[in-house]
């Protein structure tokens, strides 16, 4: 264990969890028919996902297309009605709040979204657009919503006399501070964020990293961090849960799933991640997957990793048999208790 | 496209170090510039660069350096009203393909020089099967007709590793996955046997498993075939595991030239040190902050005065603003355009060079 996980395991053990999701589950009915609907196919897009988060921590979500990290987020919020399982925020069941109760809620549950062309209304000024939540929640007087505004504007970097601009007169990096400072604006306690820099050029990228550090220390916030390029997760998060089709396949500290990586879909993953060092790339093993993500509206017993397993070839054909038939859980590895994984095979 | 004024003998330009065989490809001071109703967009600004037989070359920068526009005029893809090229030459194997003929230049693209796009989906006709996107080059370019086209575009699909070949022949663009269609894509662009492959940026849309199946694809080919091969990308961590030299663009100028090694090593221009140091890598030991690039590349619409780094680099000269600095190889050899001698990422202690600001507070006390 690293330092720093280790002042991170150190911060988790005091402080409670903020966020809890037990068992979550996001399926979307898949219909059919003209005159008369019915369903044809459940898109079973979050299988069963559970995880917590503390204060002033980063749990990075990574995983491919279609793996269902952004479904899961959308489910956390609300913004889907999961289908099964409980998302509890300080102790508060959200599944079953609605209404007003759930949009009091949703002001400490933020989230930044990757497209900062298309997240940001294009016919209002950068001010009118931060200063929206903060009009949503509460009757400001003039005089402090310009000061609000200001502040919220100073706090990400951007010039406060800049309010009555456009978004088109911004580039994408100070776009995504706009969406930044908007998401600040009710000072929440968590903000989702969903490949926030994935649209930059890399020198763009790190300003808005860094960015969202210096918020995460001097605010105290917890970020859900969505991405799927590993060396960015890595970077910011504290743990790191790796997803793949609607499930946590491998869970733990930032440090430790790089170095120690178990399961063999996560192993695939961070070997495919390109580093820039030459001499370095020009000796690394990959492993290759074959084939494509199985189809997401498919029920299994077993695990969902089977059909392109590369242990598959190394382990006998009643092991094999076993991963078809019964599905393995995440649960901690023998030698460390921090480190969940779902494989019948590594552990 | 404009047909450029005749540029005679522009050979000033200083090219790779090394004898070696005659360039595949020659770039020479190369501009490219759009006419829109603000004035001119200057893209590129002068670039000059060869590829040689069977390398990878690789074309970086970020979103408007001047690297995809670069390959497009290679091909000439680029509409010409917009469009001018006010002055260079693209050589392939010594024919200028500015000066060819529109009949001539449809031989050289899509059958010995040969490209792949980011988004296979815009490349692909989504109305015609597979095979028959297939067959129009191998009819076209290797005069093969019915059966045996249809038999040779199998053959191709299948060397990309695309399973069952035999039905996927008939299939259409929208039954395959990202990572397939970018395999015909490819297949599309090999099958003619081209000696240049110009890739511009064919993983990016990719999820970074798929993105390893074809960059690995795209090694083994390359290999097996000794083809040539330039690769446009925005991405350092896949130039590192593709390329065997690096040509470094900004605002439509090349920055640096090197050998991949020497590059990611040492490298001796400012951007490129600065674009090494703002993205965190996955191996790293962290803990460090990255170091963004502050500020915004220059609008294009002014010819460059000085060098366009300057307003963003932190080892900034008074004469970079006025002086445009040149690719030129320093003291070791290694092309540059920049006025200070950067080792090891920080200037070269100035040697009484010339007084006046001196590179930057932070590289004072550093030595090589």
């Known amino acids: 264990m690293s330092d720093f996980e280790r002042v991170a395991a150190a911060a988790s053990a005091v402080a409670p969890p903020l966020l809890e999701v037990t068992d979550l589950e996001m399926h979307f009915p898949k219909h059919e028919g003209v005159f008369v609907r019915r369903e044809v196919a459940r898109v079973r897009a979050v299988n069963g996902v559970s995880f917590t988060l503390r204060p002033g921590e980063t749990l990075g979500l990574v995983g491919e297309s279609g793996c269902g ?79 609000r505004v200001r502040a919220l504007m100073l706090t990400v970097g951007l010039d406060p006399d800049w309010v009555e601009r456009y978004p088109h007169e911004f580039s994408g990096g100070q776009r995504q501070r706009i969406g930044v400072a908007r998401a600040l604006a009710l000072e929440p306690q968590v903000i989702f964020c969903d490949e926030p820099v994935s649209a930059l050029d890399v020198s763009i990228q790190a300003q808005i990293i860094n960015l969202l550090e210096e918020l995460q220390q001097r605010l105290q916030l917890a970020y859900v961090f969505i991405a799927h390029d590993l060396a960015v997760v890595r970077h910011l998060s504290h743990r790191i849960a790796i997803m793949y089709l609607g499930r946590i396949v491998e869970t733990a500290g930032r440090d430790a799933i790089v170095e120690r990586t178990r399961h063999p879909y996560a192993r695939a993953l961070l070997s495919a991640v390109p580093i820039p060092d030459p001499k370095l790339e020009r000796t690394r093993e990959r492993v290759l997957l074959e084939g494509n993500l199985p189809s997401p509206t498919e029920a299994r017993e077993g695990c969902d990793f089977a059909s392109r397993c590369p242990l598959r070839k190394t382990i006998g054909a009643s092991d094999a048999e076993r991963c078809l038939r019964e599905r393995p859980p995440l649960v901690p590895a023998k030698d460390d208790a921090n480190h969940l994984v779902a494989c019948h095979h590594v552990s | 496209m404009t047909t450029p004024a005749p540029s005679p003998a522009a050979a000033a330009g200083a090219p790779g170090q090394g004898p070696a065989l005659a360039p595949v490809l020659a770039v020479d001071d190369l501009h490219v510039r759009f006419r829109t109703d ?23 920068g970020e979103s408007g350096c001047g690297k995809s526009v670069t ?29 060819l003929s529109n009949r001539q230049m449809r031989r050289v693209r899509g059958g010995k020089v040969a490209m792949i796009f980011q988004d296979p989906m815009t490349s692909l006709n989504p109305f015609l099967r597979v095979g028959r996107q297939l ?37 259409y663009p929208h039954e395959l996955s990202g990572g397939m269609r970018q395999r015909v894509m490819i297949a599309m662009a090999l099958v003619t046997g081209p000696d240049l492959l110009i890739a511009d940026e064919p993983t990016t849309a990719l999820d970074v498993t798929i993105q390893a199946q074809i960059l690995d694809l795209m090694r083994r080919l390359q290999r097996e075939r000794g083809m040539s091969m330039i690769l446009i990308t925005h991405d350092l961590a896949v130039v590192a595991g593709m390329c065997t030299r690096v040509v470094v663009m900004y605002a439509g100028r090349i920055v640096e030239e090197a050998p991949v090694d020497d590059l990611f090593d040492d490298p001796r221009h400012p951007y490129t040190l600065a674009l090494l140091e703002s993205v965190p890598r996955l191996d790293a030991a962290l803990g460090r902050r990255l170091r963004p690039i502050e500020g915004l590349p220059p609008k294009l619409t002014e010819p460059p005065v000085g060098c366009s780094f300057a307003p963003r680099c932190r080892f900034v000269l008074d004469r970079c603003r006025t002086e445009t600095p040149w690719l030129e190889p320093d003291a070791d050899g290694r092309l540059r355009a920049c006025f200070v001698p950067l080792r090891r990422g920080r200037p070269l202690a100035p040697a009484g060079g010339p007084a006046g600001a001196g590179p930057a507070a932070e590289g004072a006390g550093g030595s090589t």
């Open chain 1, 69 to 147: 990290k952004s479904t899961l987020a959308r489910a956390v919020l609300q913004l889907h009605r999961p289908t099964g399982g409980s998302v509890r925020f300080k102790g508060q069941e959200l599944t079953r709040l609605s209404g007003e109760a759930l949009r009091h809620v949703r002001r400490d549950l933020q989230m930044i979204f990757q497209d900062p062309y298309a997240s940001l209304d294009p016919r209002w000024t950068i001010g009118q657009i931060v200063a929206e939540p903060l009009l949503n929640f509460g009757r400001p007087s003039r005089d402090e919503l310009r000061a």
């Open chain 2, 38 to 60: 603000d004035g001119h967009v200057h893209a590129v600004n002068g670039v000059t660069f060869e590829v040689r037989p069977g390398e990878s070359l690789a074309l970086v």
């Open chain 2, 71 to 99: 390959s497009m005029t290679i091909l000439r893809l680029l509409p010409s009203p917009p469009t001018e090229v006010p002055k260079g030459t693209i050589r392939y194997r010594g024919d200028d393909l500015l000066r």
């Open chain 2, 135 to 171: 067959t129009e080059a191998i009819e076209l370019h290797l005069g093969l007709r019915g059966a045996a086209a249809r038999a040779r575009a199998v053959e191709a699909l299948r060397e990309v590793g695309i399973p069952g070949p035999e039905t996927r022949v008939d299939a």
